[in-house]
C-alpha cells in the first residue's frame, strides 16, 4: 500500500469505522483521532499492511454493529488511551504535586507494560493494526 490515494482512503476508512464502533462518544473520537493520526503519521508509507488495515477495518465494523467483545476491546482501548493521557496532577494540593507525580511517572511506566503486551499479541494473532 503505498499510493496517496489508496492511504488517504484507509485512514478515513479506519476513521469510520472507529467512529461507528465506539458509538460517537466524545471522549472516545478525539482519542481515536489522536490515535490514527500518530499512527499515520509516525510511519512510513511503505510500512502500512493492506492486509492488516484490512483486518482492522472488519474488526472495527464488528464493533460497530454489535455489542460484543470486539465493541469491548474497541472502547476499553480507548478508555486506557484517555487515561493514559490525562495529567497526573489534576485536583491536587500543591504540597504533594511533586512527590505524587516523581510516584506515579515511575507507577504508570510499570503499569502499562501488561497492557501493551496484552495488545501486542493480539495484534499479531488477529493480524491487526490496534494502536496503544
Not at 3 to 26: D, P, T, V
Amino acid at each position: 500500500m503505498s499510493s496517496r490515494q489508496a492511504i488517504l482512503k484507509a485512514y478515513r476508512a479506519l476513521f469510520r469505522s472507529g467512529l461507528r464502533a465506539c458509538k460517537y462518544q466524545s471522549l472516545a473520537r478525539v482519542q481515536l483521532r489522536d490515535i490514527l493520526r500518530g499512527a499515520f503519521r509516525d510511519s512510513p508509507w511503505t510500512a502500512l499492511d493492506s492486509r492488516r488495515i484490512e483486518n482492522t477495518l472488519e474488526f472495527l465494523e464488528r464493533a460497530g454493529r454489535y455489542n460484543g467483545m470486539e465493541h469491548k476491546i474497541v472502547k476499553n482501548i480507548l478508555f486506557v488511551r484517555w487515561w493514559r493521557m490525562r495529567p497526573l496532577s489534576k485536583g491536587l494540593h500543591k504540597a504533594t504535586i511533586g512527590q505524587q507525580t516523581r510516584q506515579s511517572t515511575s507507577i504508570r511506566k510499570e503499569v502499562y507494560q501488561h497492557y501493551d503486551a496484552t495488545i501486542a499479541m493480539l495484534n499479531e494473532s488477529q493480524q491487526l493494526c490496534l494502536s496503544m
